[in-house]
């Protein structure tokens, strides 16, 4: 959400940055709306103390056995014309929060510009990711029905499309991958692990922007909560309405969640496999850190998603989201994307964000300075992938198969595995 200040201190500057968005100028209208709710305010105030002067008056007048209905018969009327500005007031400033709720975060700077996917631009790469197969390498999915362990028919039976079924040894490294991501991020990374509930209410998916703009992306139950679409929305709502210390900061959370999405829009994308599902498994990664020490750690969060794929020598490129592909409420954004031989092509694996104060602005989380107890300021807060369970078994299955439809596992992952080191 937006600082309504900022934009009146320099409406030219908040158009630009929403044109970099691709969005028409906003801020016209937003200040206009802004301006009649002060206007509506300043004269409810000004008819308040009129009020209490009358009050005054009256009260004298009594006191002195005069006539004060004429005073009496202009407070009512003032009680009246107060109750309409007071709606009145009510209605602009819920207007003007619409308005600035489905308004996109300002991208940083150095954001490189861009219109699609395309324009993200490479910043690293790791690994050996030109691997030669000598034989030609199947997909996870392929390799999955090969060995009896990946079962989509039945899933569709009992849920529907984008739904998978693992069985047997494939389920335990599933389960391994996500257990050595939160043993790596809890012990070396200075995580705090949570289990966190799979439902929240509006105020939290709010909080994290995903209502109202993203709601036909998320499952809604009938008693009006919703399933998270990420871990990132218990996680960081954890200091909402909060004032924390700043010398307690950052604070640094992780889970290993389930996660749902509706996937709005994608039909006709990624219909085989596991790559897009309506359910996964993620390990997810939360900062909440002091504004001067945002970008660092967004660039900290970034090296512990990395640090898990260097683990599983699976190989990767980092890149910056451009203009047009950063989300909603990050003002940038790192992707990490995981080589698949099977597919032939990099894919998104881990995504960490910095949101700078546009979170924290809705949960009204901040934190108190150390040197001025008078001092409150809005938190800055950071999410990333660290990283995508499901993804990393894909990435493992494809880059690790054999010729015989077998999977090699990873050395860092075989203690989960009792020791077993194929499939």
């Given at each position: ?134 034989f030609t390498p ?49 012990t070396e990374h ?113 090296r512990c998603a ?118």
């Amino acid at each position: 959400m937006h600082d309504i200040k900022l934009i009146r201190s320099d409406a030219a500057s908040f158009d630009a940055a929403m044109a970099r968005r691709g969005l028409p100028p906003v801020a016209d209208s937003i200040l206009v709306l802004d301006g009649q709710r002060r206007a509506a305010l300043t004269a409810l105030q000004e008819k308040q103390a009129r009020r209490n002067g009358l009050a005054r008056e009256v009260g004298q007048g009594k006191r002195t056995g005069a006539d004060t209905s004429a005073l009496e018969a202009e407070a009512t009327k003032l009680r009246g014309e107060m109750e309409e500005l007071e709606s009145e007031a009510a209605e602009l400033e819920h207007t003007v929060k619409a308005a600035l709720d489905r308004l996109p975060n300002v991208l940083d700077a150095d954001v490189p510009d861009g219109t699609e996917e395309a324009d993200n631009v490479e910043i690293k790469r790791w690994g050996k990711w030109a691997k030669n197969f000598e034989f030609t390498p199947k997909q996870h999915f392929e390799l999955g029905e090969a060995l009896g362990l990946m079962d989509f028919e039945t899933a569709a039976k009992i849920a529907g499309a984008r739904f998978t079924i693992l069985r047997g040894a494939l389920a335990r490294l599933e389960r391994a991958l996500g257990q050595f991501m939160l043993d790596l991020h809890t012990t070396e990374h200075g995580y705090v692990e949570h289990i966190v509930p799979s439902l929240v209410n509006d105020a939290t998916a709010y909080g994290t922007g995903q209502l109202p703009k993203f709601a036909e992306d998320l499952f809604h139950t009938t008693d009006g909560r919703w399933l998270i679409p990420t871990a990132e929305v218990p996680l960081t709502n954890m200091v909402a309405g909060e004032i924390l210390a700043e010398k307690s900061l950052p604070l640094r959370f992780t889970a290993l969640t389930d996660c749902y999405r509706s996937e709005a829009g994608a039909a006709g994308r990624d219909t085989r496999g596991m790559l897009r599902q309506h359910q996964f498994r993620k390990v997810e990664l939360v900062s909440i850190a002091h504004p001067n020490e945002s970008d660092a750690e967004h660039e900290r969060m970034t090296r512990c998603a990395e640090t898990v794929l260097e683990r599983l020598d699976l190989p990767y490129r980092r890149v910056v989201l451009c203009t047009a592909d950063t989300g909603f409420g990050a003002t940038k954004t790192f992707d990490l994307e995981v080589w698949l031989p099977g597919q032939g092509m990099w894919r998104e694996i881990s995504s960490c964000s910095n949101t700078r104060a546009f979170q924290s602005r809705r949960m009204n989380a901040r934190f108190r300075a150390s040197t001025d107890a008078k001092s409150v300021a809005h938190l800055h807060t950071l999410n990333g992938s660290g990283v995508a369970v499901g993804r990393a078994l894909i990435a493992v299955m494809e880059n690790y198969q054999t010729e015989t439809d077998g999977i090699i596992i990873p050395e860092v992952l075989r203690p989960y595995m009792g020791g077993m080191a194929t499939l």
